[in-house]
């Protein structure tokens, strides 16, 4: 029997819509306008310090990793691509302050469920993802961090999803999709 080809996944950006979270959840907390519509952050976004940043995160961490809605039709292409190929969530969701990383992959596992997401194996991360493609021998990676993207790019194929902060993600691998339907074209096409 043949091996399934391996498309990585990442969550946050890419499953979930973060830019949009932020925006609103930035802006309501805050209090003000954003500053810097290109930001990933909120520092960035706002204009504002590292340590807002870490009180925001503080404020919505949880919430945002239990309850951030999926993208639409991410569950339903999730199950299209995962019969025929084998799915590896790689994510750098990690603990911080009043949220243990044992905690944060529990939220994280009963939002996968929750939201009916189909997946051979999730793994957790704190810092470079190209490792994890290359242990896990992933075929392609599904990417919104420009970090991410430009290290991986130069190994694999890495499908940039499209947000307002990774405008500049260009590249001879790197293949930009807009959304999920999109996104089911581009691998399988590549793969």
């Known amino acids: 029997m043949l091996k399934k080809k391996i498309i990585g996944f990442d969550i946050d950006g890419v499953l979930t819509d973060y830019g949009t979270f932020l925006l609103n959840e930035g802006s309501k907390w805050l209090g003000k306008r954003v500053a810097c519509a290109e930001g990933e952050e909120i520092h960035d976004t706002f204009d504002e310090s590292i340590k807002t940043e870490n009180e925001f995160w503080r404020d919505h961490l949880r919430d945002y ?61 704190s ?46 691998n790197v293949h930009r999709c807009y959304s999920m339907y999109d996104l089911y074209i581009i691998c399988n096409n590549l793969l």
């Not at 809605?69 to 750098?92: C, D, F, G, S, V």
């Not at 190209?130 to 130069?154: F, P, Q, R, W, Y």
């Open 65 to 125: 990793f239990g309850n951030c809605p999926t993208r639409q039709y991410t569950a339903e292409i999730m199950n299209k691509l995962h019969e025929k190929y084998e799915i590896h969530i790689i994510t750098n969701r990690y603990g911080e302050d009043n949220l243990s990383q044992k905690d944060v992959e529990k939220i994280t596992r009963e939002w996968l469920k929750k939201n009916k997401i189909t997946y051979d194996l999730l793994v957790f991360n």
């Open 127 to 172: 810092g470079s993802k190209l490792g994890c493609c290359k242990s896990g021998s992933v075929d392609i990676m599904i990417e919104d961090n420009v970090a991410h993207i430009n290290e991986i790019s130069k190994h694999i194929p890495v499908v940039c999803f499209d947000a307002r902060y990774n405008k500049e993600c260009k590249g001879k």
